[in-house]
């Protein structure tokens, strides 16, 4: 699955730090603004230690750990909506991705010119979420005077479902709420809500970029963001960027642990991040093992068998036949595949079947 998370947030917030800490590609990282102007994209690798532990048991002549794609976005000033600046740049870069980190910052220091003049997270939050709701009441007061017609005269059942939808919407981003603040009932709602494609819409994790000394418990900036977002349908993480950085420059997994260790963490950042956006975007994993490789495939939570089996090759779900799942815990617990059969530990799944998070699984089919 193609899946992309896009960084946002104002310019000099620690975006770019974050994204190197992320991704093997290294975006310019400097003390001025529109330092990030094209936006960059890196790949980055889900941690699953579940993949180890599997490799020593099965000996695989690789691990293929999961991926998510990553963009580092141009930073956004006011009046974005409207063009200002790289407005028109970044909005159609965010509308590109599946979900928005929104990075914020949340650390004092006079050496780093804040574009503002002083730091103020909650305020920084909502110049970018009244640019987003801008553009997106722009897109839904276009759509309105496509379908009110139909859907006051015309009697049409579906314009006048997606005239309600966008109501809804319009009333949300009027008092200054995003689109993902609304919630649809049905399916048809929500079918028409997906496809208007909004900014505002899109999952979000706020990332509170802090100092060092604030990186375990957060600070005074971390609660106001806190108490601006209780009422969003929206994640809070507290990461500190800049010794993500010094993390990831560390040789040896030791060093890095012990310096987690002494900062009162059991896991960085970065890794936290990454499970974070894999969370946001309602996403699994389900694991093929053997000889030649153990690898972690990306699916949606709820997805059935024969849609999992899409993802390694469109002709698995074509001509799905079965699957043949194994439980994590059971392969840990009993050491091979054909232990586990012999211990009456191997399902055979049909068409129905609702793959889980971990599932160790063989498909059948049938061209």
């Not at 330092?35 to 690798?45: H, N, P, R």
């Not at 601006?228 to 929206?234: F, G, H, P, S, V």
């Not at 059971?330 to 079947?353: C, H, L, P, R, T």
Request: aromatic residues 6%.
């Amino acid at each position: 699955m193609a899946l992309k998370a896009g960084i946002v947030g104002l310019h000099n917030v620690g975006k770019s730090t974050l994204f190197n800490c992320l991704s093997s590609a290294k975006a310019q990282a400097a003390n001025f603004p529109f330092c990030t102007i094209d936006a960059q994209l890196g790949q980055i690798t889900v941690p699953d230690e579940r993949l180890n532990k599997l490799a020593e048991l099965v000996h695989p002549g690789r691990i293929v750990p999961a991926t998510c794609d990553i963009v580092d976005i141009a930073g956004l000033v006011k009046g974005a909506s409207k063009g200002e600046g790289l407005g028109n740049q970044f909005l159609g870069n965010i509308r590109e991705t599946d979900a928005i980190i929104h990075v914020l910052r949340c650390f004092d220091n006079d050496n780093i010119v804040h574009v503002d003049g002083s730091v103020d997270p909650v305020r920084d939050k909502e110049i970018i979420d009244i640019e987003l709701q801008l553009k997106d009441l722009e897109t839904v007061e276009n759509r309105i005077k496509r379908v009110e017609k139909q859907a006051r005269v015309g009697g049409d059942k579906q314009a006048k479902l997606e005239y309600d939808v966008l109501i809804q919407y319009k009333d949300a981003l009027e008092a200054g709420k995003s689109a993902r603040t609304v919630v649809f009932e049905t399916e048809d709602e929500q079918q028409i809500a997906k496809n208007l494609f909004l900014l505002t819409s899109k999952p979000v994790l706020y990332v509170c970029n802090v100092d060092e000394a604030s990186a375990a418990n957060g600070n005074k900036h971390v609660e106001a963001v806190r108490e601006a977002i209780k009422d969003e349908n929206a994640e809070l993480l507290i990461i500190s960027a800049q010794t993500e950085s010094e993390i990831a420059s560390l040789d040896s997994y030791e060093e890095k642990q012990m310096f987690l260790e002494d900062m009162g963490l059991s896991e960085s950042g970065c890794d936290r991040l990454i499970k974070a956006i894999y969370n946001l975007l309602t996403l699994q994993t389900f694991i093929t093992a053997g000889e030649m490789e153990v690898k972690a495939w990306t699916f949606r939570k709820g997805w059935k068998a024969p849609q999992c089996a899409g993802v390694i090759h469109t002709d698995f779900e074509k001509g799905f036949i079965r699957a043949e799942v194994i439980k994590y815990d059971d392969y840990i617990q009993y050491g091979s595949e054909a232990a586990v059969k012999e211990a009456g530990k191997m399902s055979v799944e049909g068409k129905e079947y609702v793959v889980q998070d971990g599932d160790i699984m063989h498909f059948r089919f049938n061209v």
